[in-house]
């Protein structure tokens, strides 16, 4: 794979992933601190404005092992975050990531994100692209179907969340050979 030396910008013409800013931080943190993304990602709990300041700190340039970006609307406020990381090397394989802003939710945002990432994916030679959820996490395991994600298998006890909380974890796939691989068109 040829992973990028710096955080890329991509857009389908709705949302935009870029690189996080420090405008960002308060969007970050009313995204973080929602209880329902403490519930389902390994935010900190409680989530801080200083943990938002150290997020965008830390993510606002680095590549490697990943990249941790801003999906922003058209008006460049942030709406959630994702990320693109390296899974395995060697295989070509990449992971995505993300979290919604709660005003955002169910307006397609992680959808369109994961589009653009698996697309990014394959541009840079991954052969394919894994997406984990909890498995109560039934809005973002459909995020990962309408993608084209194959639901692999369960993990069974296999993530110690927030609040010391065992979770099963969905593991998803996509191969770059997939016949109906996602396109960014909504």
């Known amino acids: ?11 389908d013409g709705v949302i935009t992933l870029r690189a996080l800013e420090p405008s960002d931080i308060d969007d970050v943190l009313e995204t973080a601190a929602d209880p329902a993304s403490e519930a389902f990602t390994t935010v ?16 606002a340039a680095k590549v490697w092992p990943g990249f941790e970006v801003a999906i922003t ?12 990381r390296i899974r395995d090397e060697d295989s070509g394989v990449t992971e995505v990531g993300y979290m919604v ?8 945002i992680a959808t369109r994100a994961t589009r653009l990432l698996v697309d990014y994916s394959w541009t840079i030679g991954a052969a394919r692209v894994a997406l984990d959820a909890f498995a109560g996490n039934a809005a973002s395991r459909a995020v990962a179907l309408r993608c084209g994600f194959v639901e692999e298998g369960t993990l069974r006890s296999a993530h110690l969340g ?3 909380i065992r979770h099963d974890v969905v593991v998803h796939g996509i191969l770059r050979t997939d016949t109906d691989p996602p396109t960014t068109a909504g």
């Open 162 to 164: 927030n609040g010391d």
């Open 101 to 108: 802003a709660p005003r955002a939710r169910g307006q397609g």
């Open 44 to 59: 900190p709990s409680p989530y801080t404005r200083q943990d938002a300041v150290e997020f965008v700190e830390t993510n």
């Open 1 to 11: 794979m040829e992973w990028p030396r710096h955080i890329p910008t991509l857009t």
């Open 73 to 84: 609307d058209s008006d460049d406020r942030l709406v959630g975050t994702c990320g693109l």
